[in-house]
């Protein structure tokens, strides 16, 4: 089962105690660009997992597990778009 899940709330942590302190070995820890001040995500076999970005006071956390984007593809792209989106309206 896929699942597309997006929340937003206030900034209150660093952004890396969003993810398990001992990522296993097959999951990477990426740092999101172009999107707000400052971002992480997971990448699991290629594919992105959970994504975490600040943009001044608040914090946008999702998930897209299982929906099968990989970085660079259009897939991606489309997501980024809605993530910009999201983030132009946080003030």
Partial sequence: MAYFDINIHKYRQELRSYFSKDLPTHVKLEKVTGLGEEGLMTLTE???GVIVIRKGDWVLQSAVTFLDIEPGSQKHKVLWDIYRSILETLK
């Fill in 46 to 48: 290629g594919s992105l």
